[in-house]
């Protein structure tokens, strides 16, 4: 256990030091709401955009290719969502629910789960985790797009008008460019792949930073019970519902394993970034992210600890 939980904090600590930089900035009167929007809209428009095309055209399937727990991982995410969505029906005020939704369900996969599980399964844990997080980048961008437009103040709950806005967003866009290029394999040249990477690199510390100059400590404390509550649907109740219906369909070892720690990564920062641009409570996103991230500590570590005493991972 003792591994895996310096693994946790080896991937969460850093989250937590660029939201308090953030934080500790935006005190200092270094940076004001306005850089912080700024930088948001940047990050949404253009920087994360990047990171997803380059991490969709470097990508190679690994030599595991495990189509059933890629598909059963999309499922449960999807029935997840689902759940959560009805949940948040009489518990939120109108405006606060596609932010709920989309902070309980969307995890960090692609930095925090593939970590833990290329931490804890070596290249087994990279390549099937890899494969994992490739595929639901895609699923959580399209449903967290859906619910934040139905309920966005600024975006039309029209049919259309959300199909116009999935199809339009540009973490959608990203993903697209790259998809025909990745499968006629072709390579960019050097310097524009390197000139992608110094863009992409500032995604996550910006948008982190972004995330801790936005917090506002008022808003945290009218927001504490419903972030409580997707938090806890995050990483405690998405995981075991993961867990306790992979089991009859016979999931076992490093499976089981790289599932769990999907499933348990805490809120993704890129949340905040959509919120933001859908015009919602991101406020409540950052404090989702913020929470679910220090709980992750303590049920990732625990988690792993008993499905590893009981023998299955």
């Known amino acids: 256990m003792g591994d895996v939980l310096h693994g946790t904090l080896e991937v969460s600590l850093p989250v937590f030091a660029m939201v308090f930089i953030g934080a500790l900035l935006k005190r200092l009167g270094w940076i004001d709401q306005a850089f912080v929007n700024t930088a948001s809209s940047l990050v949404f428009k253009a920087t994360m955009p990047t990171l997803l095309f380059l991490s969709i055209l470097r990508a190679e399937p690994g030599r595991t290719l495990n189509l059933e727990l890629v598909g059963f991982y999309l499922g449960i995410s999807t029935l997840a969502f689902g759940l959560i969505w009805l949940w948040a029906l009489p518990r939120c005020r109108h405006e606060d629910r596609g932010v709920f939704v989309q902070g309980a369900f969307r995890g960090n996969c692609g930095i925090v789960g593939l970590a833990l599980a290329a931490s804890m399964y070596g ?3 990279l390549s099937l985790g890899g494969l994992m997080a490739g595929a639901i980048i895609v699923l959580n961008l399209v449903l967290s797009a859906i619910v934040l437009a139905v309920y966005s103040p600024t975006i039309s709950s029209h049919p259309l008008a959300i ?8 973490l959608i866009l990203g993903i697209l460019a790259a998809l025909p290029l990745t499968y006629m394999r072709v390579e960019l040249p050097a310097w524009l792949m ?5 863009l992409a ?3 996550l510390p910006l948008a982190l930073i972004c995330i801790g100059g936005g917090l506002s400590v008022s808003a945290i404390k009218q927001s504490s019970a419903l972030s409580l509550e997707a938090s806890l649907w995050k990483v405690l109740l998405m995981p075991a519902l993961g867990v306790l219906l992979a089991l009859p369909m016979g999931f076992r070892g490093p499976e089981l394993g790289i599932l769990f720690l999907f499933l348990g990564s805490p809120s993704a920062a890129v949340a905040y970034v959509m919120a933001r641009g859908a015009g919602a409570n991101a406020e409540l996103a950052a404090s989702i992210i913020v929470v679910s991230t220090l ?3 303590f049920t990732i570590s625990t988690g792993v600890f008993a499905l590893k005493a009981l023998g299955l991972v």
């Open 295 to 297: 709980i992750s500590l």
């Open 123 to 125: 290249d087994l844990g």
């Open 201 to 203: 690199s500032l995604s």
């Open 194 to 198: 390197t000139s992608g990477d110094y």
């Open 163 to 170: 199909l116009k806005d999935v199809a339009t967003n540009p």
